[in-house]
């Protein structure tokens, strides 16, 4: 799909776009005032949905292959990025399986010590506010996170040191990148969640053996 009022950037991988969500899309753009074929700056339209420098695009949800539409907002006008800061940042975007494996540690750390340590809030509250926040601000990259969160709430007892979490992590991004691939328990409830527990209780089972 085309992007409006922003740069075209490189995926790093074709992905199949299904008709309702090119639906979707081409209903937001004749709502918000765009068309894919022009390469003018995307107006605002009269509901204020866009501003002028938002952009419509769409994006992966990585836990079940959904492809759904989202704003992003365009680069600052005059702020030209280097060949690696480019490739980062599309990569950022695509959900690449680098930044989410990046997630997944991030997730996991983040979360661990949200809920054992400094304000010690407790796994649910630490994983839900965590996933909520990484949901809102880059949603392509939010399931991996979450995979993350689920290992993180590990108590301290089961996991009493960064190597520990770091361990698990790996396992989890073994798991994470093996669940991607495979399609496997696509469309079922708590897929990521199981998938998870079960990386998370090999690794302890192994460790005790």
Not at 164 to 172: I, K, P, Q, T, Y
Request: net charge neutral; charged share 15%; with cysteine.
């Amino acid at each position: 799909l085309a992007q409006e009022g922003g740069p075209k950037a490189s995926k790093s991988y074709s992905r199949v776009v299904p008709d309702d969500a090119i639906n979707a899309k081409a209903a937001m753009e004749a709502e918000c005032g765009t068309s894919s074929s022009s390469e003018d700056e995307v107006r605002p339209s009269a509901r204020g949905i866009l501003r002028d420098d938002q952009f419509l695009d769409d994006y992966t949800e990585l836990h079940n292959d959904h492809v759904l539409i989202r704003i992003r907002s365009a680069p600052l006008d005059g702020v030209k990025l280097g060949p690696i800061a480019a490739k980062c940042e599309a990569y950022f975007h695509d959900g690449h399986w680098t930044f989410q494996c990046l997630f997944l540690f991030a997730g996991a750390f983040l979360t661990h010590r949200y809920a054992h340590y400094g304000l010690q809030v407790g796994g649910n509250i630490a994983q839900a506010t965590l996933i909520l926040l990484c949901g809102h601000i880059a949603p392509q990259l939010a399931a991996p996170f979450g995979f993350g969160a689920y290992t993180g709430v590990l108590s301290t007892k089961l996991c009493p040191g960064p190597a520990s979490l770091a361990l698990l992590s790996l396992a989890g991004c073994i798991s994470w990148r093996t669940l991607s691939c495979t399609k496997a328990f696509l469309g079922f409830s708590g897929r990521i969640g199981f998938v998870a527990f079960l990386s998370c209780y090999i690794v302890q089972v192994a460790i005790l053996m």
